[in-house]
């Protein structure tokens, strides 16, 4: 059949096409090693990657290497921001997936979480939902409580304003930052089922916020890293714009296999590389550092390279045979959001009616051109058009919400099913029979998540083949009985806010209604059975290599970011979180590179004088 999902499909591989062929920019001169000694090695151009070597290239008196595991940013799906489903599974995602789950992804092939991860400059900036939500204030205080000094929400605020370019004139007043790098927006199209979203979440008392103000408590159209209608990721904010800085080298297409020591002391002198394609053999190049190796390559990697280094548990070290340097808790503590998403359809209304967002894209043809033209539409706006936070009133111990709750316009088709590894039984739970025929609904999802949670996992190096092998990741979903009820809670919220009188005008039919389960639906054995199939991650890993006080045990980094035990080596990136925060992650990993900066300046004397 002859659907709008696929005329959909076909219009944007006609633009792509015509945007590579006609007036795809040339994003920057990327330089060879030919030169094999650098002040400052970065690795991984990721998040917090693409703004140091911004940061640490401002003087011009150093020399700054970028290495990225990934290519260049051209691909255009990056650029378009309704496409970012699609770059999941492509060569420009590490792809990786959980070890098959316990308590939790009963509807994923063989229970196992697809973890994405950007393997491309930018990283998963490059990839993700765009979404910038920076957290609650209690976190930043809660990981100085923790031993993390320096780091309370008062020291951090003016990482994260420093960053910001804000767009939008209703944000709360100094909160945001303007003249930025990075251009932070609102979602510039809005539909009218999202509307009713919002008016039904007023209606039950949720106040509209600026979540990244003053309160973070309630809802409000997303704020995106959006610019001009592309996708603004750190590679387009911290990169592309300096790409004419004769002292700083990016280096694409480049694995580092492990941390260099000068002879048998700890003290870090480089890393060794390998082309990706040929990263598993034995061939290998020593680039040295004068002043320090920074390990950017986020929460599943840096772990990675540190273990692979002789930096991590001594036994598990051991079962490997590497000799070690460091006995520290590399690759513990690994914290990761869990959502629920729900889909409803409104019965009645045609596929291509504009009324939510994936079938106002139905109308391809007029929204196809709008973009073209104008760089505006659904097309230009990441299909989360609404986020909420929420406390579920069962853990008076956090100050902030302890729920978050995303509204995305449309159910799911082929591209979510693939990307999400949802087997076919699971995508009629979740979406109906229609998103097997790739056939789109007029509806939305509406996904209650957890943002403490109290199951934790842990990753390690893999068992099949070398060490080298992408490791193995154990997040332990609901191992913890208490993230059960806090997202039963949430449910029970989504579902409230949808039956108010805002949806009136529409007749909703939540899919799982339809059945597949013995249990009676809306029932809270339902519900926990539903959780136990269908909770995905909303892709937030962090802490596995934990900052904190030098003295504490469970650290691998301190207050600092220097690797506890090693000279002249850091981490920063997600993995140095000691909790995840209340939001995504994205925004606290630039903070974090922001702070890192001046930290690694002041360090190696490095602070330009004004």
């Not at 008062?154 to 420093?162: A, G, Q």
């Not at 109290?454 to 083949?465: A, I, Q, T, W």
């Not at 809670?489 to 389960?517: H, T, Y």
Request: aromatic share 10%; charged share 20%.
């Amino acid at each position: 059949m002859y659907t709008w999902a696929r005329t959909s499909f076909i219009l944007l591989l006609v633009y792509v096409a015509l945007r590579a062929l006609l007036w795809h920019p040339s994003k920057f001169p990327y330089n060879t090693l030919d030169v094999k000694e650098y002040d400052y090695i970065i690795v991984g151009g990721g998040s917090a990657g693409c703004v140091l070597a911004n940061r640490l290239s401002e003087n011009p008196n150093v020399t700054v290497l970028l290495l990225e595991a990934g290519g260049p940013d051209r691909k255009d799906e990056i650029h378009i921001p309704a496409a970012y489903f699609k770059l999941q599974l492509t060569d420009v995602d590490w792809a990786y997936t959980s070890i098959p789950q316990r308590n939790s992804s009963e509807a994923l092939y063989a229970q196992r979480s697809a973890w994405p991860r950007g393997k491309v400059l930018g990283g998963t900036s490059s990839i993700n939902g765009m979404i910038y939500t920076r957290g609650n204030r209690a976190d930043y205080d809660e990981w100085e409580k923790m031993g993390a000094k320096g780091w309370s929400y008062e020291e951090v605020l003016p990482y994260f304003k420093k960053s910001e370019h804000y767009t939008s004139d209703d944000g709360d007043e100094g909160y945001h930052g303007k003249g930025g790098p990075l251009n932070v927006e609102k979602a510039t199209f809005v539909t009218p089922v999202a509307r009713a979203f919002m008016a039904a979440a007023k209606e039950r008392g949720y106040p509209e916020v600026d979540y990244n103000g003053q309160s973070q408590v309630g809802f409000s159209l997303t704020q995106q890293t959006v610019k001009n209608g592309e996708r603004h990721s750190t590679a387009a904010a911290f990169l592309h714009p300096v790409r004419e800085r004769q002292n700083l080298y990016v280096v694409t297409g480049k694995m580092v296999k492990r941390v260099a020591f000068d002879g048998a002391s700890n003290v870090a002198s480089g890393v060794y590389v390998a082309d990706t394609k040929r990263y598993k053999s034995d061939e290998e190049e020593l680039i040295r550092a004068r002043k320090e190796v920074i390990l950017s390559a986020g929460a599943v990697e840096s772990p990675h390279i540190l273990m692979v280094s002789g930096i991590g548990p001594a036994e598990h070290l051991k079962d490997f045979g590497i000799p070690l340097k460091v006995d520290l808790p590399v690759g513990k503590n690994l914290q990761d959001h869990l959502m629920v998403p729900i889909g409803f359809v409104l019965e009645g209304i045609p596929a291509n009616s504009g009324v939510s967002l994936y079938s106002a894209m139905g109308q391809s043809f007029t929204y196809l051109l709008q973009y073209l033209l104008f760089k505006s539409g659904p097309l230009s706006i990441s299909s989360i058009e609404l986020h909420g936070f929420l406390p579920s009133g069962m853990e008076p111990e956090h100050q902030g919400p302890d729920l978050h709750m995303l509204f995305v316009g449309g159910t799911g088709d082929l591209e979510t099913i693939r990307a999400l590894k949802v087997t076919s039984a699971g995508s009629v739970l979740l979406w109906g029979e229609e998103a097997l025929q790739n056939e789109l609904n007029a509806g939305f999802t509406v996904l209650p998540g957890l943002l403490h949670p109290r199951s934790v996992g842990h990753l390690e190096l893999s068992h099949v083949g070398s060490v080298y092998e992408l490791p193995s990741i154990h997040p332990n979903y609901l191992s913890d009985e208490r993230d059960m009820e806090v997202l039963m809670r949430g449910i029970r919220i989504a579902m409230d806010i949808v039956n108010s009188s805002a949806f009136g005008q529409w007749k909703l039919k939540c899919v799982p209604e339809r059945g597949m389960s013995s249990y009676d639906f809306n029932t809270d054995e339902f519900w926990r059975w539903y959780i136990r199939h269908i909770a995905v991650t909303i892709y937030h890993p962090v802490g596995t290599c934990k900052m904190g006080a030098t003295e504490d045990s469970s650290t691998v980094v301190d207050s600092r970011l220097r690797v506890k035990g090693v000279k002249n080596l850091r981490v920063v990136d997600a993995s140095v979180m000691p909790k995840v925060v209340s939001g995504n992650t994205n925004a606290p990993t630039i903070m974090i590179a922001e702070k890192a900066a001046d930290m690694i300046k002041e360090d190696n004397s490095d602070v330009l004088k004004q």
